[in-house]
């Protein structure tokens, strides 16, 4: 099995790039398995979100942007390289669980990844030009800050081997199904500072990915709902 991890792909977050390193240092025989690329290098090493536009936000797109042209040249890459599976490392402000992230929980590597991975929460959500459009062997992890630990690292490391090996052990998972963006014109202030993500809100919906940031940040959302999770198995 080849995965193919994408570190960096919002230029400021770092988890996929301390991965790497870890596995390099500690269990570099892994990497027969791993490919590893950097999703957007400018805006790594100007430690920064993004260059001109959200790379994230960006496949499919084919304007003059930075990260429109990033986007192709990694889909291109994908095609060439063709991994089993493709694993996008993203780290959040917000305070929420780890969670991992698909467009849908269909395709069979990543089935067979999600059974491998110690982590519970399964956000599912809409395309959005995000790395998900590139088929059903896409998910990402979301992993808070203060959360990048050598633990956690090492949880990651144990979740890519066992995904290898196909040794599930995880296949229990909630899921949270995206229904809609939370419009910043739809709540206020006082709605928004009272969210606990992945929890279920007085207002009918579960917010995720709200943060103290939310409203300095340059979309007209704060996050995202979905409905109360539901219990599934993968199998
Ligand atoms: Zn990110």
């Keep these: 099995m080849k995965i193919l991890v994408i570190g960096a792909t919002h230029g400021n977050e770092l988890l996929g790039v301390k991965l790497y390193e870890r596995l390099i240092k500690q269990r570099s025989r892994l990497l027969e398995h791993v490919d590893f ?10 430690r920064q979100r993004y ?3 959200d790379l994230n936000r960006s496949y499919g797109k084919k304007g003059h942007a930075y990260e429109e042209g990033r986007a192709q040249e990694i889909t291109q890459y994908i095609r060439r390289t063709k ?18 992230i698909v467009g ?5 590597a990543k089935r067979r990844f999600l059974r491998a991975s ?3 929460a399964i956000l599912q959500v809409h395309p959005m030009d995000s790395i998900v ?27 890519l081997q066992r995904c290898i090996d196909d040794a599930g052990g995880h296949e229990r998972k ?9 419009f910043k014109r739809d709540v206020t202030p006082e709605q928004a500072a009272s969210f ?40």
Aim: proline share 7%; hydrophobic share 35%; net charge negative.
């Design 83 to 100: 991994p089993d599976l493709v694993l996008d490392m993203h780290t959040t402000t917000c305070d929420q669980p780890v969670c991992l």
């Design 51 to 53: 260059i001109d536009s």
């Design 37 to 46: 690329i950097v999703g957007n290098p400018r805006a790594y090493a100007a």
């Design 174 to 182: 909630k899921l949270f199904a995206m229904s809609d963006k939370i």
């Design 133 to 159: 459009t590139l088929g059903d062997n896409v998910a990402a992890y979301e992993v808070p800050n203060d959360q990048i630990t050598t633990e956690l690292l090492d949880s990651i490391i144990a979740d």
């Design 196 to 235: 606990v993500n992945f929890e279920l809100s007085p207002l009918g919906f579960v917010p995720i990915m709200t943060g103290e940031n939310s409203y300095k940040k340059q979309t007209d959302y704060l996050g995202f709902k979905s409905p109360a999770p539901k219990d599934i198995r993968i199998r």
């Design 104 to 108: 849908s929980t269909k395709g069979k």
């Design 118 to 120: 110690h982590v519970k």
